[in-house]
């Protein structure tokens, strides 16, 4: 009986490893619907198929990458049978807007004679507010170019630069206008301080020839009282 039962045992180990080393192949497959996607509509799915081969176990994982970030990450099959083709669930990751990356690997417990079909890899951008914002801002630019070359309008940032500096630089009769103002804001000055030099010098001329005056009448008074002086004193002897 014990003989019987390590016989039996011995025959499936044997019959285990046999299937274990059969020729076969299997593939994976990302589906998904696009590869833009607005944030609330993105869905995926993973399935993997025989191509050849007998039935066997599979083992299937996923991750979505972010600037080689994992942001999800999915195991929907464990050593799960399979005899011609498996799809996982529905997937709805939410994911932030930007752009990503899907890598789906499955593995066999079989002879895979092809692993190069064992993974797929898929990118896919997630859309969001400010990018369609941007995408809308640089439509109307583009638009507003093509009217403005029709019209004959087209200008460049630096001639546009240079019509504006134009524009501020004075003109010559500005230029003129500004010299004759000044020259005539100086003259006045001049005219000014000359009228106020004068103005001060003035009573001191007045005031030098009224001592002039005064010293001549004061001179010619003492003469006539000396002569008179004299007079009297030969008047007298």
Known sequence: MKSLAIAVAFAMLLSCRVFAQQACDYKVEILADGSEFE???FKWRMKATKLDGPPTNITGTA???SDGKTAKSYKPWNSAPISRQKTSNEYTPNLKPGSYEIIAEVSVQCDDGDKGNNKDIKEIKIKGKNEETKAKKSKSEN????NNKIN?????PTSQNAITTKSK???AREETDNVIQLNNKNNQKSHQLQA???AIKQPE???KSSNEKAKGMI???LLTLSVLLNIILIWKR
């Open 39 to 41: 944030k609330e509509d």
């Open 63 to 65: 991750e979505i990458k």
């Open 143 to 146: 638009q507003e170019a093509v």
């Open 152 to 156: 004959g309008k087209e200008q460049t």
């Open 169 to 171: 630089q004075p003109t």
């Open 196 to 198: 106020t030099t004068y």
């Open 205 to 207: 001329v007045v005031y």
């Open 219 to 221: 001179m010619a008074f």
